[in-house]
């Protein structure tokens, strides 16, 4: 197993390491002195079980773990495991997407560098660490562009190692402009000694509550969703913005693909033969007032 976390931890990004190692540690310590030949499919069967179970994983994380055991039995020669196992069904969550009222209070709480911090991860759609790692020379504010690039030096490379270039809004350039520069820091968001800012979800967090919003429904990645959601619906095709969101497959993009949320007030602007609030109230009154006249007929006449 150490060979093989060697080989991970040679070819795939720190986090991806992190991850297989964490995985395969405790399958190992769970089936400790037996080999990958020996551990029957059965066994393996039991141990899904164990971490739902036990260690209350999700559906998705007990997938998640199954996928990285299986990259480690093919490398042993046991291939196609996963077929032969008792898998949970995948769970396939709505994107988040932050309402329009939510955001507006959310940057109203934003001191000016929180507010051009924020503001770039809501309208470049970039990753956390793409935003961590943004430095000056991957803005071209004349050409409205910001690109993801690979800083080898800094131990950053863009994901599944694929550079891009997203366009910019006139807004965020505006933005970007006024935005102070540290000196000696080549990052666009520093943190307070010119190094990179590794602490932008609890920033995230701070101004949440400033604001007067629930701190647990904020956080990096629903800014992430949100431009996804919404340059599909301003009309720009699939696969532009699978280009800009760093997709590997337009399945992926198309997830975004969701009904708009805020539709209330177009839905009360709809008039429906029949189910207009005014329309029922204005026959409401007139059975009424049939009825009254119906009684002051059926009084006995006063001679």
Request: aromatic content about 10%; hydrophobic content about 35%; proline content about 4%.
């Amino acid at each position: 197993m150490a060979q093989y976390l060697e080989h991970v931890e040679t070819l795939k990004k720190l986090n991806t390491y992190r991850k297989y190692q964490a995985v395969l540690r405790r399958f190992s310590k769970h089936f400790e002195g037996r080999t990958v030949e020996s551990i029957p499919i059965a066994a393996l069967n039991d141990y899904i079980v164990h971490l739902k179970r036990d260690l209350s994983m999700s559906a998705n994380t007990v997938l998640h773990n199954t996928i990285i055991i299986a990259q480690f039995f093919k490398r042993h020669g046991r291939g196609g495991i996963t077929r032969l196992l008792d898998l949970p069904q995948r769970i396939v969550t709505l994107p988040q997407e932050y309402r329009q009222e939510e955001l507006d209070k959310f940057l109203k709480g934003c001191n000016d560098f929180e507010r051009a911090l924020f503001y770039t991860f809501l309208l470049t759609g970039f990753r956390e660490q793409e935003v961590m790692y943004l430095t000056w020379g991957d803005l071209n504010l004349d050409l409205r562009t910001a690109r993801v690039t690979a800083k080898p030096q800094l131990g950053f490379y863009a994901k599944r190692w694929e550079e891009r270039e997203v366009p910019i809004p006139a807004h965020l350039v505006e933005i970007l402009k006024k935005h102070a520069r540290k000196e000696g820091s080549q990052f666009v968001f520093p943190s307070p000694t010119g190094n990179r800012e590794q602490h932008m979800l609890d920033r995230c967090k701070a101004v949440s509550k400033r604001a007067g919003l629930e701190a647990d429904r904020f956080d990096l990645k629903t800014f992430r969703s949100t431009y996804a959601t919404r340059m599909l619906r301003a009309g720009f095709d699939v696969r532009t913005v699978q280009h800009w969101m760093g997709h590997k497959s337009l399945e992926t993009t198309m997830r975004y693909l969701v009904p708009a949320t805020e539709v209330h007030a177009k839905l009360d602007q709809i008039d429906i033969p029949g189910a207009s609030p005014t329309l029922v109230l204005s026959r409401t009154r007139t059975r009424s007032e049939k009825g009254l006249g119906a009684g002051r007929n059926l009084s006995p006449t006063r001679r």
